[in-house]
């Protein structure tokens, strides 16, 4: 399965930015994770096409929201309220299986990734 991820940009702090990502085929679960320069790959957010549980990293809580279109195989994630420290580079991830709930942010549930799109929060 190929991703294809895209609505990164630059903002302001306190802005707002929604990325999409689009899968080739059927995926089981699709997530989105973060990677900030000289910094690990963290989750963000993860969505299952079965099943209302959209866990969410503690840092993103309250102010992201991941939601799916099955119809169009493609999952996005609106992000408002944008600070300087979401500043990263976010990868599309695609799960072929259904990971179980506390497997979701776990970066080796997840077989397809995309090209990763720059989002830039300026304060």
């Known amino acids: 399965v190929q991703l294809q991820a895209s609505g990164g940009g630059s903002v302001q702090a306190g802005g707002s930015l929604r990325l999409s990502c689009t899968a080739s085929?059927?995926?089981?679960?699709m997530a989105w994770f973060r990677q900030a320069p000289g910094k690990e790959r963290d989750f963000v957010a993860a969505f299952r096409w079965s099943g209302s549980n959209t866990p969410y990293a503690d840092s993103v809580k309250g102010r992201f929201t991941i939601s799916g279109n099955n119809a169009k195989n493609t999952v996005y994630l609106q992000m408002n309220s944008l600070k300087p420290e979401d500043t990263a580079l976010y990868y599309c991830?695609?799960?072929?299986?259904?990971?179980?709930?506390?497997?979701?942010?776990?970066?080796?549930?997840?077989?397809?990734w995309g090209q990763g799109t720059q989002v830039t929060v300026s304060s």
């Open positions: 991830a695609g799960a072929i299986s259904r990971p179980i709930l506390s497997a979701l942010g776990d970066r080796r549930s997840y077989q397809s």
């Open positions: 085929g059927t995926t089981g679960a």
